[in-house]
């Protein structure tokens, strides 16, 4: 079994920054592709940055030059940072990860950490 566990959401100003965590724990053989998605009130989940193991790295058009993606692998550790956050961030975020256990391989969610911007 594998657990996600995000941290780090909470209000904010606009303008300001805040830097979100997820620790993979479990049985873990790999940990391949990792993200962050977010999900607003009545919208769909929308993918808003995803790293590969060797560190390359995705991001949506709303989150480029205000958002970076890190990993750190030995610590099972993904982190997004976030600055220069607008209200239309406001939202909940959530990390995946694609691992590698001792059963198939699939993609595992965290439940997620409310980060609210306010105006």
């Known amino acids: 079994q594998v657990q996600l566990v995000e941290s780090g959401g909470e209000l904010v100003q606009a303008g300001e920054s805040l830097k979100l965590s997820c620790r993979v724990s479990g049985t873990i053989f790999n940990i391949n592709d990792m993200g962050w998605y977010r999900e607003a009130p009545g919208k769909s989940r929308e993918l808003v940055a995803g790293i590969t193991k060797d560190g390359r790295t995705n991001y949506e058009g709303f989150a480029r030059g205000r958002f970076t993606i890190s990993r750190d692998n030995a610590k099972n550790m993904v982190y997004l940072q976030m600055t220069d956050l607008k209200p239309e961030d406001t939202a909940n975020y959530l990390c995946?990860?694609?691992?590698?256990?001792?059963?198939?391989?699939?993609?595992?969610w965290g439940q997620g950490t409310q980060v609210t911007v306010s105006s």
């Open positions: 995946n990860a694609n691992v590698e256990t001792n059963g198939p391989r699939r993609h595992w």
